[in-house]
């Protein structure tokens, strides 16, 4: 006799194995002349400080209807008293913001105000916010420890054909090879993959490769040398026997239903994995992957970079690279979320009586905000506040790079890849270290194509105390499913509104109109 634990451990295949995850699921239609539709998810653990995505604009506004000036006054959202949203419609004051002067024509950059937005007041409750709300981020749900409670949004949108493409045939070449690519950086930055972020649905945790090499060969390994390359042709000869082994003692198999129906779905997750390597070996994937630009571990020294910046830098050139190549339509760029922020940001430019004893993030924000008022303190002219708003800014500079090198492709109509794409940077908590999850800040990118009012705009939403005019991430995320036509869009994401749930009241139903219009 033969029970699940046994087959599984016989194949070498843990039930936690991320080769398992279905990374591929088939459609049988077809429209290949769509523009892809693509969305990016950049996700910052631990907070964004909603000042540092102020413009000078978008503060006069807020001190003209709050409760008193903002001045320096951190939690600036507790002074919300306005009923309706208020939109600063000017495209020439987001670089203004303490971390937004990337979005600017510096150095002959390609001006990108008029191609974003800064959304602030939409809240997330629901998530339970603190330290890290964990899967609860991205699946608007009570998602907190180590099993997600539902599905999360990037997971919903990649697995939609508006998203993914449509292909029965054309060598490959209508849909994409991978659902989504996720990548990012940790505190434990020699693990080769983490959870904690995305989730294909309730229990069911996508990974997100830290390993450098292992994000590379994610995408690359099909038409690599080295180890990579005979890592991929390893893979494909075990793949082939656990097949056959599979196939063979199936029929020894004695267990219950319901453990057979386990194993049935790990072989439907094989047979996904075995049809995308057959897909990657196609001639036009394999010429499309030898001819993106981007230097492997060979010649890219951000592979053996210490930094954990600069690995993410290289996180973002791989999501960059899998976007322009056609591989994927969803990327998400994981930065210590999900409760691994408290990382060392080692090369940050600061004074020397910062920089010689700079703490990892956790007790950098304990001293920037331990005073006056106690540990959530309103001040934000301390020194050690500098290197929080200094690693914003840097991922607003590598959401900056990425955005340009999609706003110089065109698609097919002789619109931009980036007018195609809605680049979101978010935080998985909220506002701040421990987060009340009432305000959670938000820069989008791009989009202009799939309806967003990305004009250099900036939305200030009521706070969690008025109910008419409040909005919440789910919102937000809704917005995301119309703005992609997805054929059964969402009003009602995530747990919002569920009876007996903490923080679950939903405000509003659908799309944030003050953001988006359909096209």
């Known amino acids: 006799m033969i029970n699940r634990r046994r087959f599984l451990a016989g194949l070498g295949l843990g039930v936690a194995s991320p080769m398992l995850m279905p990374l591929m699921r088939y459609v049988t239609a077809n429209d290949s002349s769509t523009i892809p539709k693509r969305v990016v998810f950049?996700?910052?653990?631990?907070?964004?400080?909603?000042?540092?995505?102020?413009?000078?604009?978008?503060?006069?506004?807020?001190?003209?209807?709050?409760?008193?000036?903002?001045d320096d006054y951190r939690n600036f959202h507790r002074k919300y008293v306005h009923t309706s949203p208020e939109i600063v419609t000017?495209?020439?004051?987001?670089?203004?913001?303490?971390?937004?002067?990337?979005?600017?024509?510096?150095?002959?950059?390609?001006d990108l105000q008029g191609d974003a937005a800064v959304l602030f007041g939409l809240s997330s409750l629901i998530t339970g916010a603190g330290h890290?709300?964990?899967?609860?981020?991205?699946?608007?749900?009570?998602?907190?420890?180590?099993?997600?409670?539902?599905?999360?949004?990037?997971?919903?949108?990649?697995?939609?054909?508006?998203?993914?493409?449509?292909?029965p045939d054309m060598d490959g070449r209508g849909r994409t090879p991978f659902e989504a690519f996720r990548a990012g950086i940790?505190?434990?930055?020699?693990?080769?993959?983490?959870?904690?972020?995305?989730?294909?649905?309730?229990?069911?945790?996508?990974?997100?490769?830290?390993?450098?090499?292992a994000a590379y060969s994610f995408l690359f390994s099909?038409?690599?040398?080295?180890?990579?390359?005979?890592?991929?042709?390893?893979?494909?000869?075990?793949?082939?026997?656990?097949?056959?082994?599979?196939?063979?003692?199936?029929?020894?198999?004695?267990?219950?239903?319901?453990?057979?129906?386990?194993?049935?779905?790990?072989?439907?997750?094989?047979?996904?994995?075995?049809?995308?390597?057959?897909?990657?070996?196609?001639?036009?994937?394999?010429?499309?992957?030898?001819?993106?630009?981007?230097e492997g571990p060979d010649t890219?020294?951000?592979?053996?970079?210490?930094?954990?910046?600069?690995?993410?830098?290289?996180?973002?050139?791989?999501?960059?690279?899998?976007?322009?190549?056609?591989?994927?339509?969803?990327?998400?760029?994981?930065?210590?979320?999900?409760?691994?922020?408290?990382?060392?940001?080692?090369?940050?430019?600061?004074?020397?009586?910062?920089?010689?004893?700079?703490?990892?993030?956790?007790?950098?924000?304990?001293?920037?905000?331990t005073a006056a008022d106690g540990f959530h303190g309103n001040s934000i002219n301390l020194p050690w506040a500098e290197p929080l708003r200094q690693v914003t800014e840097r991922h607003v500079d590598l959401i900056?790079?990425?955005?340009?090198?999609?706003?110089?492709?065109t698609e097919s109509d002789g619109s931009s890849t980036l007018d195609h794409t809605i680049i979101v940077y978010m935080p998985d908590n909220g506002e701040t270290h421990h987060a009340s999850g009432q305000e959670w800040p938000v820069l989008l990118v791009g989009g202009k194509a799939l309806g967003f009012k990305t004009d250099g705009r900036s939305v200030i939403y009521p706070g969690v105390a008025q109910d008419d005019g409040h909005r919440q991430m789910s919102n937000l995320f809704n917005t995301l499913t119309h703005a992609v036509q997805a054929e059964q869009?969402?009003?009602?994401?995530?747990?919002?509104?569920?009876?007996?749930?903490?923080?679950?009241?939903?405000?509003?139903?659908?799309?944030?109109?003050?953001?988006w219009q359909p096209v």
């Not at 791989?318 to 090369?347: E, P």
């Not at 869009?489 to 919002?496: S, W």
């Open 42 to 70: 950049v996700i910052e653990g631990n907070g964004i400080e909603p000042v540092n995505l102020l413009s000078d604009k978008a503060r006069q506004r807020i001190d003209t209807f709050g409760a008193g000036a903002i």
């Open 90 to 110: 000017s495209d020439d004051t987001l670089a203004s913001a303490r971390a937004l002067s990337a979005l600017g024509s510096q150095n002959g950059d390609v």
């Open 132 to 167: 890290t709300s964990g899967y609860g981020a991205l699946t608007s749900s009570r998602s907190r420890g180590t099993v997600p409670k539902g599905e999360s949004i990037d997971c919903w949108l990649a697995r939609q054909d508006s998203v993914r493409g449509l292909d």
């Open 186 to 213: 940790h505190k434990e930055m020699h693990r080769q993959f983490v959870y904690g972020t995305s989730a294909y649905g309730p229990a069911s945790p996508a990974p997100i490769l830290i390993g450098a090499e």
């Open 222 to 294: 099909s038409i690599a040398g080295g180890s990579a390359g005979r890592t991929f042709q390893n893979q494909g000869i075990m793949l082939e026997e656990t097949l056959r082994q599979l196939d063979r003692t199936a029929n020894q198999f004695t267990g219950n239903n319901f453990e057979r129906n386990k194993i049935d779905t790990y072989r439907e997750s094989l047979l996904s994995i075995k049809a995308r390597r057959e897909v990657l070996l196609k001639q036009h994937w394999q010429d499309t992957l030898t001819n993106l630009p981007f």
């Open 300 to 369: 890219n020294t951000l592979f053996s970079s210490p930094h954990p910046l600069q690995r993410l830098e290289l996180h973002f050139e791989l999501a960059t690279s899998a976007l322009l190549g056609g591989l994927t339509n969803v990327a998400v760029i994981a930065s210590g979320s999900g409760g691994g922020f408290d990382i060392n940001y080692t090369d940050l430019a600061l004074p020397s009586s910062l920089a010689n004893d700079l703490p990892a993030r956790h007790q950098t924000h304990h001293l920037a905000y």
């Open 400 to 409: 900056a790079k990425m955005a340009r090198a999609l706003k110089a492709s």
């Open 489 to 515: 869009p969402l009003n009602d994401f995530g747990d919002e509104g569920l009876e007996l749930v903490e923080g679950g009241r939903r405000n509003a139903y659908g799309p944030l109109s003050e953001i």
